[in-house]
C-alpha cells in the first residue's frame, strides 16, 4: 500500500511563493512517474504538472508554465512543487499522485494515477 502525503500550502498574497511537499511511502518511489493536481471549488480536478520517474522530464499546464516547477528527490521519496507569482485563480486543494506503471513518463491525465494524497490547501488573496 502506498500512502502519499502532501504539505506545505497555506495562505499567501497574491505574487508570493509556497513550495510544496508530497512525501511517499514504500522503497519504490523513484520507479514512478508523478503528477500533481488541484481541484477549486465547484470545478473539476485540474492536471497541474508532473515528473517522469527519474526526473528529466517535466509537463505543465498552460496555466502554470513559467510560474510552478516540480521536481523529486528520489532518495528522499518526495515531490516537490515550487509555486512562484501566484495568483487568486491558483487557490485550490493540491494533491500529489503516483501514476501506474513503473518507469513511465508524466502524464496530465488523472485516470492513469492510481494512488492520491488527500491534498494541501492553498489559499492566494488578492
Known amino acids: 500500500q502506498v500512502q502519499l502525503v502532501e504539505s506545505g500550502g497555506g495562505l499567501v498574497q497574491a505574487g508570493g511563493s509556497l513550495r510544496l511537499s508530497c512525501a511517499a511511502s514504500?522503497?519504490?518511489?523513484?520507479?514512478?512517474?508523478m503528477g500533481w493536481f488541484r481541484q477549486a471549488p465547484g470545478k473539476e480536478r485540474e492536471f497541474v504538472a508532473a515528473?517522469?520517474?527519474?526526473?528529466?522530464?517535466?509537463y505543465y499546464a498552460d496555466s502554470v508554465k513559467g510560474r510552478f516547477t516540480i521536481s523529486r528527490d528520489n532518495a528522499k521519496n518526495t515531490v516537490y512543487l515550487q509555486m512562484n507569482s501566484l495568483k487568486p485563480e491558483d487557490t485550490a486543494v493540491y494533491h500529489c499522485?503516483?501514476?501506474?506503471?513503473?518507469?513511465?513518463?508524466?502524464?496530465?491525465?488523472?485516470?492513469?494515477?492510481?494512488?492520491w494524497g488527500q491534498g494541501t490547501q492553498v489559499t492566494v488573496s488578492s
Open positions: 515528473i517522469s520517474w527519474g526526473g528529466s522530464r517535466t
Open positions: 514504500g522503497r519504490t518511489f523513484s520507479s514512478y512517474a
Open positions: 499522485a503516483r501514476r501506474g506503471g513503473v518507469y513511465g513518463l508524466g502524464s496530465s491525465d488523472p485516470k492513469e494515477y492510481d494512488y
